[in-house]
């Protein structure tokens, strides 16, 4: 009786949602490395992002059974440990594609800046909870935003913009919900404008490069601007049905680079064309649905805080990359949640999905 209680609880919509992206995402992974696999006898990133699959789900049921208010007792020392685990990459982590991103334990590579999102957000929700009766004038919310700028700072070193981008939109929704009036938030937008030539002194020569192919691709069609170029051409030659699984010229020929990270939507566009890219649109928006419907309806304010940190999350990396491998923004290397290949950010993303899971079950079971 009580595990029938204990699945009825739980919010199926964005279960299976998750569960759709997930298998969806597998799938273009195997075909994305179809050749590497090929030429090694051996499906690695498979096999891999599966494994990690279920150690996930395993512990997103282990996890369901503990109250997510817990969280609020350790934010402290969680914050002390996300300070501590990103000063340990810039010391003793090792680079790849030009950045400092990765520490090596093992065979496994690991990104603590997608950890960091995850723990930021918890913070930062704890962080606000506590102040929330007295956040009234614009400067009450300014030690909030110290509080995120510290570990904002270490990520932008390593570097990632991405990530660090991903920080500003947790803070972003957070602040919306806790009563940031919207009119400060377009007084910071005029500032940031007004920064910006300043800002552009500050970004490494690669960002800047991006920057530029984006406003125009063709600058540099072999070098900075190959990605982009690639990602839309596979995407516009899926047309209505796609080319078929396994069968997307740019993406098994090895055409478009980071084709199973990075640019997993554009082998979804070439191979499922558009019918493909609207499931996948429509799983995403039932996770942000749902998302805000907990965030809505958790029982105390930490909940609420949680979900929309949660979302927001989800949503930022969603329009980013996909508005990414479309040529309509800047590439940042921000990766298509539960989608993309990569142990870090789907463990990330699962156990944040996890926290949703949870607010939403201990709100049905004090109704209950």
């Known amino acids: 009786m009580q595990q029938n209680r204990y699945f009825r609880n739980l919010d199926w919509w964005l279960v299976i949602a998750i569960l759709g992206l997930v298998g969806i995402g597998i799938c273009l992974i195997a075909s994305a490395t179809h050749s590497f696999a090929v030429a ?30 817990l969280l609020k007792d350790i934010a402290t020392p969680l914050y002390i440990f996300n300070i501590v685990l990103l000063l340990a990459v810039m010391f ?5 594609l030009g950045a400092q991103r990765w520490i090596q334990i093992g ?10 999102k995850a723990i930021m957000i918890v913070c930062l929700a704890a962080f606000l909870n506590k102040r929330l009766e007295t956040l009234d004038s614009f400067t009450d919310y300014l030690p909030a935003m110290a509080y995120v700028f510290f570990p904002f700072v270490l990520v932008m ?11 500003m939109a947790i803070l972003l929704g957070m602040l919306l919900i806790s009563g940031f009036k919207v009119k400060w938030l377009m007084y910071m937008g005029g500032a940031l404008i ?20 984006f406003l125009n691709p063709e600058l540099d069609p072999f070098g900075a601007g190959y990605h982009v170029i690639q990602s839309k051409i596979a995407i516009g030659s899926g047309l209505l049905a796609g080319k078929g699984w396994f069968l997307g010229t740019q993406s098994q020929l090895n055409f478009l680079p980071e084709n199973h990270t ?25 996770v942000i649905w749902r998302g805000l419907t907990i965030a809505l309806n958790a ?49 990330t993303n699962m156990l944040l999905a996890g926290l949703l899971l949870n607010i939403n079950m201990r709100r049905q079971q004090l109704q209950f």
């Open 40 to 69: 090694t006898g051996k499906a690695w990133h498979v096999e891999r992002q599966s494994l990690f699959l279920m150690i996930d789900l395993a512990l997103v049921i282990f996890s369901l059974r503990f109250d997510y208010r």
């Open 92 to 96: 003793l982590g090792h680079s790849q």
């Open 107 to 116: 065979p496994l590579s690991i990104q603590p800046s997608e950890f960091s």
């Open 157 to 167: 070193k390593q570097p990632d913009l991405g990530t660090s981008l991903v920080f």
């Open 194 to 213: 007004a920064l910006m030539p300043a800002l552009w002194h500050i970004l490494k020569e690669y960002q800047k490069n991006r920057i530029r192919v």
């Open 262 to 286: 990075d640019f997993i939507f554009a082998v979804a566009g070439e191979e499922f064309g558009f019918i493909g890219i609207l499931v996948i649109l429509l799983l995403y928006l039932i």
């Open 299 to 347: 029982e105390d304010d930490f909940g609420t805080l949680l979900a929309v940190g949660i979302t927001f999350m989800f949503m930022f990396h969603v329009l980013v990359n996909i508005g990414m491998t479309a040529g309509i923004m800047p590439v940042t290397g921000v990766p298509l949640p539960f989608m993309s290949y990569g142990v870090s950010s789907l463990t």
